[in-house]
């Protein structure tokens, strides 16, 4: 049996650090990011407070009703205006009527016809 | 001293797989002593030491084991009996003297792999709550002792038999029990090893350790410091020898 | 209370080493925890977000706006309607609305086409959204080009571009002088699209909508808490793709927690044997494996977590941009504000910790009630 003063020295320095001492480590620092997250949210709400107070009045001056967020199709670009029957209202969000729009778009022959049309 | 008396052990009672294992044993072991159990397997004799050594009760009969080898559990008080027996304890009493007064050596060496060899020797302090540092130190003391130093960091799959033995042993006494109990201890070790597992058994004997042995090698029941041979077959106590 | 500390640290010690002993599958096993959480706390931080801003940002929208129903579909509303719903009592004012959208064949982007009210623009001049402006490469003094209802081309010069940080609602916008509407898409002039409401107290808002409907049995109001209900339910749990993407995870974590709780491999119950036959209690046993599965579903939870915030409120949500764009050409260039509620991060916490440090328990408590004998009968 050989073994190399060098390799029992590396050994024994590694077992010098208990394990549970680096997870107690882990755990305080995670603990403090976690906190850290909810600070930087406070601080970051509080910086943006003047942001969405000018997007309000946007919102108050041009008398608008919506987010701009989805532009794809009048029922998503203003859900709230959408209309009471259309097919989609059963829920405004819903990714698309048919069970197949959530794999297949629509085809690009009748998209292009559509642009034509438009 | 360990005394048994009328001492019963089966296995699955009442079914048709029933076992009786040991069957109305009485005996007195001394302390200080080198006792060997001798049987072919299935004897009983591995049965017999995990009785001894509190891990499993009897199925009927009393296991009392002399005050003094109890060393210091937490649950004795100053106006008990000289004597105490073991086998109407609380599980949790059993543990305890697993704990401070067994040191168990297995056939297997059943080290846990993966882990390293100072680790596995640390494992039977942790429940004691013990500091770190204390315990540490004596368990480098051991491996110094069984010329496992450097082998402090491998980890226990990597050693080769006789290591693996030694890194048993180490752990048996790791907690400074009183009774060192063997099963089959020289099973996978050639004659050269064997014979320097029974000079560590000397060694500890020297010390002043109480240690049974069941092992059907004559190696170990042979061996000049044995003090005392007993036969078991078919679970029952047969001849003696010394 | 020392030494019980030194115990549970010592146990703690022996936890750790035995989870490095399987490295790849507690590895992988940490990376499909932190995954699950990190969607999870994604789609709920994305949604909690948006859902606030939106009710900021809409709190100062329209009280009231008043649509015409024609064959169960909005279409425009006689002007003549306005002074109806300015004879009801309650009403301060009620204005026309007129907006529209705009296909624009180049870029293939919807436009929201309007006449800003507070505001008067010269015949032939434009302001464009910020969104527009970049889509289109386009800026102050160009000529934009629409194609009119008769097939006509109208030309408009830029005048400005509404603000890059007001983005959020008026990325798509274009504000026109109202004769150019009209002109545009041969809107007649006895027409508006909707008529906005403001009332005196906004508890009779109700009330005063019930009736509208009555007087005016053809149209449809739609009050402001139901613009801001509106996004509550698009950004809602249940809605939409937040739902198929919580139903996948939960069914991720689902499976491997029951791979978990299925029971203990025969070497971890042969370990389990050995710690106990060499003085572990019960009790030691399962601190043990307790240490594992907080340690494991903790980190993973925390490392989830912190992605997923990084991951919405640093990068804008761009995993999930592809989803929320659909088909849409022009999206607005905007950072969430991190409204995040501790209740909702709570919540998460117990639905995947607490579970798993539990399967992670159960199956090793079966097995700490066998007799530690076992070791030496095998």
């Not at chain 3, 699950?36 to 948006?50: K, N, P, Y």
């Not at chain 3, 800003?116 to 015949?123: G, K, M, V």
């Not at chain 3, 009790?283 to 915030?309: C, M, Q």
Request: glycine share 8%; net charge positive; with cysteine.
């Amino acid at each position: 049996m050989i073994s190399s003063p060098s390799l029992k020295m590396s050994g024994k320095a590694r077992l010098s650090v208990r394990k549970s001492s680096l997870c107690l480590v882990l755990f305080g620092a995670a603990v403090l990011l976690l906190g850290a997250m909810f600070f930087h949210a406070a601080y970051q709400r509080q910086a943006d407070a003047p942001l969405i107070v000018h997007i309000a009045g946007v919102v108050k001056t041009l008398d608008l009703t919506d987010l701009c967020l989805f532009t794809e199709a009048r029922y998503t670009r203003h859900p709230s205006q959408a209309d009471l029957y259309s097919a989609f209202q059963d829920h405004p969000a819903s990714l698309e009527h048919f069970p197949t729009g959530s794999i297949a778009g629509p085809p690009a022959a009748l998209r292009r016809l559509h642009g034509k049309l438009d | 001293m360990i005394r048994l008396s009328n001492v019963r052990k089966g296995f699955n009672l009442g079914r048709p797989n029933e076992f009786i294992a040991v069957g109305g044993v009485d005996l007195t072991l001394e302390g200080n002593r080198i006792t060997v159990l001798k049987g072919p397997s299935g004897s009983g004799k591995t049965t017999l030491l995990s009785l001894i050594g509190c891990m499993a009760r009897p199925t009927s009969g009393r296991i009392s084991l002399l005050r003094s080898l109890l060393g210091h559990n937490g649950f004795l008080k100053d106006g008990d009996m000289p004597e105490v027996e073991v086998t109407s304890l609380p599980e949790r009493f059993l543990t305890e003297i697993r704990r401070r007064t067994f040191g168990f050596i297995f056939q297997q060496f059943n080290l846990i792999k993966g882990i390293t060899v100072l680790e596995n020797i640390l494992l039977p302090t942790y429940p004691l709550g013990k500091k770190h540092r204390v315990v540490r130190k004596r368990a480098e003391e051991l491996l110094d002792m069984f010329a496992l130093g450097d082998r402090t960091a491998a980890r226990v799959e990597w050693l080769s038999g006789g290591e693996a033995q030694r890194v048993a042993i180490a752990r048996a006494l790791m907690n400074d029990p009183p009774i060192i109990i063997a099963d089959e201890p020289t099973a996978h070790l050639d004659s050269k090893l064997s014979g320097e597992f029974m000079d560590i058994i000397a060694r500890l004997k020297g010390q002043g350790k109480t240690i049974i042995i069941a092992s059907h090698d004559p190696l170990v029941f042979a061996a000049p410091f044995v003090d005392r041979v007993i036969a078991v077959r078919d679970g029952m106590i047969g001849g003696e020898g010394a | 209370m020392a030494s019980w500390i030194e115990k549970q640290r010592s146990i703690l010690d022996y936890t750790l080493s035995s989870l490095m002993r399987r490295k790849g599958k507690n590895i992988s096993l940490f990376i499909v925890y932190t995954v699950v959480v990190f969607i999870l706390a994604s789609a709920m931080f994305f949604t909690q977000a948006m859902k606030r801003e939106a009710s900021l940002i809409l709190k100062d929208a329209p009280e009231m706006v008043v649509q015409r129903l024609l064959m169960g579909r909005y279409d425009p509303i006689p002007l003549d309607y306005l002074q109806k719903i300015r004879g009801i009592r309650g009403v301060i004012s009620a204005d026309a609305r007129l907006w529209g959208y705009y296909y624009d064949p180049v870029v293939g982007a919807n436009y929201t086409v309007m006449v800003p009210r507070n505001q008067s623009l010269s015949p032939g001049r434009i302001i464009i959204g910020n969104g527009i402006a970049r889509d289109r490469m386009i800026n102050r003094g160009d000529i934009f080009s629409f194609r009119a209802h008769d097939g006509q081309s109208r030309s408009f010069t830029i005048d400005g571009e509404l603000p890059a940080a007001s983005e959020l609602v008026s990325a798509d916008l274009i504000l026109i002088a109202e004769a150019d509407f009209r002109d545009l898409f041969g809107f007649p002039a006895s027409h508006a699209t909707d008529i906005a409401v403001s009332v005196i107290n906004p508890k009779e808002l109700l009330t005063i909508a019930r009736k509208i409907s009555e007087q005016l049995p053809d149209t449809r109001p739609i009050i402001r808490d139901e613009m801001v209900r509106t996004y509550d339910s698009v950004f809602d749990w249940r809605g939409g793709m937040v739902i198929v993407l919580i139903m996948m995870a939960l069914l991720a974590f689902v499976i491997f927690a029951w791979e978990k709780a299925s029971g203990l491999s025969a070497e971890e119950r042969r370990e389990i044997g050995i710690l106990k036959a060499i003085g572990w209690e019960t009790s030691d046993v399962i601190a043990a494996k307790t240490y594992e599965g907080s340690a494991v579903s903790f980190f993973s939870f925390t490392f989830g977590i912190l992605l997923a915030y990084g991951h919405v409120f640093f990068s804008a949500a761009f995993l999930f941009a592809p989803a929320l764009k659909g088909w849409s050409v022009l999206y607005p260039d905007f950072r969430i504000t991190p409204f995040i509620d501790p209740y909702q991060v709570a919540v998460l916490f117990f639905l995947t910790v607490v579970p798993y440090t539990v399967a992670t328990i159960v199956p090793s408590w079966r097995a700490a009630i066998v007799d530690p004998d076992s070791v030496m009968r095998s």
